[in-house]
């Protein structure tokens, strides 16, 4: 799962509008994230828990952008699933943290 940790100590996804996540969301907007590190870095894993929202905007810049940080798109096939995506409506994912633990040995 691709995700941004913004200036304002956001953490931001993008997901379609119908589903499942965010039909949940919109029940119960708490939500959590944990991020793992690759084995030999310090910081063994991060969680972030807090209230979400689900924001009509901005989706494709982040998608845009996080396509850009993770994959190749001057492969043409990853071009073409990056455009798959952005012709799809979506939303972004907003969890704004209550709750930062992390683990560190």
């Not at 996804?13 to 969301?25: E, G, I, Q």
Request: aromatic share 8%; proline share 6%; hydrophobic share 45%.
């Amino acid at each position: 799962m691709w995700f941004e940790a913004t200036a304002e100590g956001t953490i931001q996804l993008f997901t379609a509008p119908d589903s499942l996540k965010v039909r949940r969301l919109r029940r119960d907007p708490r939500a959590s994230i944990v991020v793992a590190a690759p084995v030999g870095e310090r910081e063994r894993w991060l969680s972030v828990a807090g209230r979400t929202t689900v924001e009509p905007d901005g989706a494709h810049d982040l998608c845009a952008r996080l396509a850009a940080r993770y994959w190749d798109l001057d492969d043409p096939a990853r071009a073409d699933d990056l455009a798959g995506i952005l012709a799809a409506d979506q939303v972004r994912l907003v969890i704004h943290p209550e709750t930062v633990s992390r683990y560190v040995y």
